[in-house]
C-alpha cells in the first residue's frame, strides 16, 4: 500500500520577507514551517503542502488526510464576535480556505488534525468560540522545549495517545472558549485552558501545542494510522 497523502496547511506573505528584487517586494509568497512535513513524513506519510488558491473540494478529495497548521489568530467575524484590542493579523482568505477544507474534511471523512491555530480553526468550524487573548502562554524559550503540563481528559483519544498528562511548549494567545457542536475539551493546563480537542464520531483532533517541535509525536502516528485505514 502506498504511503497515506497528507495536506497541510501554511500561510500567505509577500517576498518583502526575503533578499528579493525591488521589483517581486509585493509578490505573493506562501510559508510552511518545515517541522510539520517532517513529521508527517516519520510518521510514514507522503506530506504535500496547500496553496490557498486551490479549491478545497477538489483538494481533499485527493488526500487521505489534513493537517491544519498554526499561524494567524482567526478573524472573529467567523464566530460572530467583534475584534478585541489584542487581537493580532488575521488572514480572512486563509480562514475561509480552512474552513472549508474542515467542511470537506468531515463530509469525506478524511482525517484532519489541527495544530495550535488549527485547534482553534476547527472548533470555530464546528460552531465554537474563542476566547480572543490569553496571558502568559507565548513562551520565550526554543520550540522543543516543553515548559508545562497538561492533564488528559480520560476516555478521549488523547488520553489513549498520550496517557494521563504530557509535558508541551506554548505559542499561543488565543485559546478554544466555547466548545463547537459536537466538540469534546480532551486536555486543559493548570489554568483551566483547553489545551486539546476531540470530536467524536469523527476522524478529527486538535492540540493547542506544537507537537512537530519534538519528534516523534504520538499525535502524528495517529494521523497517518487514520489515513491508512482510509485508503484500504
Not at 142 to 162: C, I, N, Q, S
Request: charged letters at 20%; proline letters at 6%.
Amino acid at each position: 500500500m502506498s504511503q497515506p497523502l497528507v495536506g497541510i496547511t501554511g500561510r500567505r506573505r509577500t517576498a518583502s520577507v526575503l533578499a528579493a528584487p525591488a521589483g517581486f517586494a509585493d509578490a505573493p509568497l506562501d510559508i510552511y514551517f518545515a517541522d510539520y512535513a517532517t513529521a508527517v513524513a516519520a510518521a510514514g506519510g507522503t506530506p504535500v503542502f496547500l496553496p490557498l488558491d486551490g479549491v478545497a473540494a477538489e483538494i481533499v478529495a485527493r488526500l487521505d488526510g489534513v493537517l491544519l497548521a498554526g499561524g494567524e489568530d482567526v478573524d472573529p467575524s467567523n464566530y460572530g464576535a467583534s475584534p478585541a484590542p489584542e487581537l493580532g493579523a488575521i488572514d480572512p482568505h486563509r480562514d475561509a480556505f480552512e474552513l472549508a477544507l474542515v467542511t470537506e474534511a468531515l463530509y469525506r471523512g478524511v482525517p484532519l488534525l489541527g495544530i495550535c491555530r488549527g485547534q482553534q480553526l476547527l472548533n470555530v468550524a464546528m460552531g465554537g468560540t474563542l476566547r480572543q487573548h490569553v496571558d502568559g502562554h507565548a513562551q520565550e524559550e526554543h520550540r522543543a522545549e516543553r515548559t508545562h503540563d497538561v492533564r488528559m481528559v480520560a476516555g478521549t483519544r488523547h488520553a489513549g495517545l498520550y496517557g494521563e498528562r504530557a509535558r508541551v511548549n506554548s505559542f499561543h494567545h488565543q485559546t478554544v472558549d466555547r466548545l463547537g457542536d459536537g466538540v469534546v475539551a480532551a486536555a486543559f493546563d493548570d489554568d483551566g485552558v483547553v489545551e486539546a480537542i476531540d470530536v467524536p464520531g469523527q476522524r478529527a483532533i486538535a492540540v493547542q501545542w506544537h507537537p512537530e517541535s519534538f519528534g516523534g509525536d504520538p499525535v502524528f502516528d495517529w494521523l497517518i494510522t487514520a489515513a491508512q485505514e482510509g485508503k484500504r
